[in-house]
């Protein structure tokens, strides 16, 4: 079964290069409805130091047109590779911190319920097993996503943003992925 995952693994047959013809195309800025940031979560240690949920929580990047929304997400690493006992890692002056969720939130929105914009608001959780198959949960986190940032899942004004949490390890392991 084809699934839309970024991941080499589960798809050999990507193929990301254009034609010549579509080059010139491929230049122009198609600008999205919002800009979008990209955050990650650092995991809190386990050696019984409570750190604040908005410490831990980093901005990596923002992105507002659909060009720059593929720079990033080519370097982000797929669900499935989760699944494969990959690790988001990000390293800093002081070692290597281990990340345990990605989220994507509409540009001055922090991913924390104290935001304004989210202090009113609910969500969705979908915890995902691994025996759902990595190809199933990529094409979940994808077409979630896309569906978000191309602001196609309605009412796309009140939705604020994503979330991407690695439970398959750590001190809170559920041995699933969650998407929020």
Known sequence: MAY???NENLNPNLKFTTEDADAEEIKKDLPLRYTWT?????MQSSDGKTAQYSDATHKVSSFGTV???WRHWNHLPQ???LFEQKRMVREQPDGLHIIDA???FRDGVRPEWEDKLNSAGGHFQYQLKPNIGGGQVDEYWNNLVLG???AAIEPANMIT?????DKLSG?????AIRLE
């Open 148 to 150: 978000l940032i191309g």
């Open 171 to 175: 001190p809170r392991a559920a041995n």
């Open 67 to 69: 060009q720059d929304f």
């Open 161 to 165: 943003g994503i979330r991407l949490v």
């Open 4 to 6: 839309l995952s970024f």
């Open 79 to 81: 669900p499935s590779e």
């Open 38 to 42: 990209i955050w990650e979560q650092i």
């Open 102 to 104: 990605l989220m994507i």
